[in-house]
């Protein structure tokens, strides 16, 4: 029996490292609770499409008389397998440009997955959602880890795992696209190609830096592809300031 439950727990564990996103545990089947905003989306499918810019696929969904396809959007929730950090907002719905006003927060940045992993295991820190992420490759790639909020542990490299740093991220605001299936590049291409072309139409919001774009995962491996949640975002900041 010892044995089994080791040979579960390293096939596990593999799958959560190929998958770039860590949880340590099978996730709990609840959904997240939707957005405040739904209910009043899914009442007037019209008029959700008409507050949405151009470049959102539930209007555009709308506007090409898919109204299953835009209700599948609105009512999908993803699976609630992690606290999201102190502060933070809730998902944007799927198919759904928005802007979101973020808190200070502190994260562990690291190369890959692995010394993340290894880096909450021995702090004792426990597991938050999203997973942030600026680089959309295969395999390991870049990541950090949110902690809870910005008293728990200390900013600073970890000096017991080469490549860890605690961070502490200021306020921020992003505009983001709320996204349901596999995390791919060419998803991700779409979808900043929409962010951007949503930027170029305002007056109000710019890009805050070259290097603004950013993706947030919510679903571990163990969750089927149909039903993982992330999001594409940048970050901006307003004209002027």
């Not at 008029?47 to 109204?67: D, I, K, M, Y």
């Amino acid at each position: 029996m010892r044995f089994q439950g080791i040979k579960a727990w390293a096939v596990g564990l593999l799958a959560i490292v190929a998958g770039g996103v860590a949880y340590a545990a099978v996730p709990q089947r609840n959904r997240m609770q939707p957005p405040d905003e739904v209910d009043a989306m899914l009442a007037d499918l019209a008029a959700a499409a008409e507050s949405q810019p151009a470049q959102s696929p539930l209007r555009q969904a709308v506007e090409a008389g898919e109204s299953e396809a835009a209700r599948e959007m609105l009512e999908f929730r993803p699976y609630n397998e992690a606290p999201l950090p102190e502060g933070f907002p809730t998902y944007t719905p799927v198919g759904v440009i928005q802007v979101k006003q973020y808190p200070a927060y502190r994260k562990a940045d690291g190369p890959a997955f692995w010394p993340l992993f290894q880096h909450i295991k021995s702090e004792g820190i426990p597991m938050t959602v999203p997973v942030e992420m600026t680089q959309m490759s295969r395999g390991n790639r870049p990541m950090s880890f949110l902690y809870q909020n910005t008293s728990v542990g200390d900013a600073g490299a970890d000096e017991d795992i080469p490549g860890v740093t605690v961070n502490d991220a200021e306020p921020a605001i992003a505009v983001s696209l709320g996204i349901r299936g596999r995390m791919n590049p060419q998803t991700a291409a779409d979808a900043k190609e929409r962010l951007e072309a949503w930027l170029a139409d305002q007056t109000e919001y710019r890009a805050a830096g070259e290097e603004a774009v950013r993706y947030f995962g919510y679903s571990s491996p163990m969750v089927p592809d149909r039903d993982k949640y992330w999001e594409t975002q940048i970050l901006i900041e307003r004209v002027g300031e």
